[in-house]
């Protein structure tokens, strides 16, 4: 039988399939589950950034008029630490729970305070930290380099903080995305032209020690729009992925493996274990693993791992390392040429 043992954000994982951030992971009882259904690793439901805002603003609002402007700013202060609480007690609990790694999520779209509350969940245990950064620019005065911006410095504040893994989740909308990945996983170098003039705790100078993303997830799923014709209202979008949805991240996989210095996990229309055997051929560390858990159910991650140990059966593949990135660009004998071929093979191929 196929050895599915792997190496993600420096964690040993019995196997990569990996339980996604969501509603699955957001109680004790839904993490014991997935390590029960034979998760490799689990990644908490995400803190968002808008929950310790509103709590704070709560805290605020109920103070103004009541005290002066010293005491509200003290009562800010105590949101902050108020508002993340449960999810601290959260990580703590999980990691007693369950033997699988435990990876803490924070959705953030703003670098502030995010370091404090990286250091926390570090405290509490956390084996790792995914940063799911949802920045969806649609102001036109924004340029591409204040969006990129952006994730640099959220990275960059939860990195000077803490000494645990972090890996970014974002998604596929770059201009450059092939530069911008290179740069998010670069490590340790004196700031690059893109962060001179901004500095993080304790820095002067505009001089920073750099620290990459120790892993990419690709993609963030961004909220799927739409528009009900008789209602004539918006409305959301199916929130669940399917197969035909694996091709960007797939070709992402693909372009980036070999050529950046961090783990790459794939998301999104990860259905089946021959969903997962592509990406890893591809070059994916681990796929992670969601929308298919909603419609099946957890324990569809055992049919997933059996399908993945089937296939490398067959194939002759005895561990995962032998089949990784096997038909990424890296390993193509033409990679200058790799996605411009495929794209003629496949509209001259068409009648």
Same mark, same amino acid.
């Given at each position: 039988m196929a050895n599915l043992s792997t190496t993600y954000l420096g964690l040993s994982l019995e196997n990569p399939f990996v339980v996604a951030s969501s509603s699955l992971t957001g109680s004790l009882d839904g993490i014991r589950r997935c390590a029960e259904a034979g998760a490799g690793a689990i990644v908490l439901k995400s803190l968002f950034e808008e929950q310790i805002l509103a709590e704070t603003d709560r805290m605020a609002d109920s103070a103004d008029g009541l005290y002066g402007g010293e005491a509200i700013e003290y009562l800010q202060g105590?949101? +902050? &630490?108020?508002?993340?609480?449960?999810? @601290?007690?959260? #990580?703590?609990?999980?990691?007693?729970?369950?033997?699988?790694?435990?990876?803490?999520?924070?959705?953030?779209?703003?670098?502030?305070?995010?370091?404090?509350?990286?250091?926390?969940?570090?405290?509490?245990?956390?084996?790792?930290?995914?940063?799911?950064?949802?920045?969806?620019?649609?102001?036109?005065?924004?340029?591409?380099?204040? +969006? &990129?911006?952006?994730?640099?410095?959220? @990275?960059?504040? #939860?990195?000077?903080?803490?000494?645990?893994?972090?890996?970014?989740k974002v998604g596929p909308y770059f201009s450059s995305f092939a530069q911008f990945a290179s740069q998010l996983t670069a490590d340790r170098q004196e700031a690059p032209p893109f962060t001179v003039g901004w500095c993080g705790p304790g820095e002067t100078g505009g001089k920073i020690v750099w620290q990459g993303a120790d892993a990419l997830v690709l993609f963030n799923r961004f909220y799927q729009f739409d528009i009900d014709v008789e209602k004539l209202e918006p409305r959301a979008g199916n929130p669940y992925s399917n197969s035909e949805e694996i091709h960007t991240a797939l070709r992402w996989v693909s372009l980036l493996y070999g050529r950046i210095g961090a783990d790459i996990a794939a998301t999104t229309g990860i259905h089946t274990g021959i969903d997962a055997a592509k990406q890893f051929l591809a070059g994916a560390t681990v796929v992670q693993v969601c929308s298919a858990l909603y419609k099946h159910g957890v324990d569809h991650l055992q049919v997933m791992r059996r399908e993945l140990e089937e296939w490398m059966d067959r194939k002759g593949f005895d561990n995962l390392g032998a089949c990784r990135g096997l038909l990424s660009r890296s390993r193509s004998q033409q990679p200058e040429t790799f996605e411009r071929l495929q794209y003629i093979k496949l509209f001259v191929g068409i009648d």
């Open positions: 105590y949101g +902050v &630490e108020l508002g993340p609480r449960d999810y @601290l007690q959260l #990580v703590s609990d999980a990691k007693k729970a369950v033997s699988v790694p435990v990876i803490a999520s924070m959705n953030c779209v703003s670098g502030e305070r995010w370091g404090d509350y990286a250091a926390k969940l570090e405290k509490a245990g956390a084996d790792a930290i995914e940063l799911n950064v949802a920045l969806m620019p649609t102001d036109s005065r924004t340029g591409a380099d204040e +969006v &990129e911006q952006a994730y640099y410095r959220i @990275l960059h504040e #939860v990195k000077s903080r803490v000494s645990l893994p972090v890996a970014m």
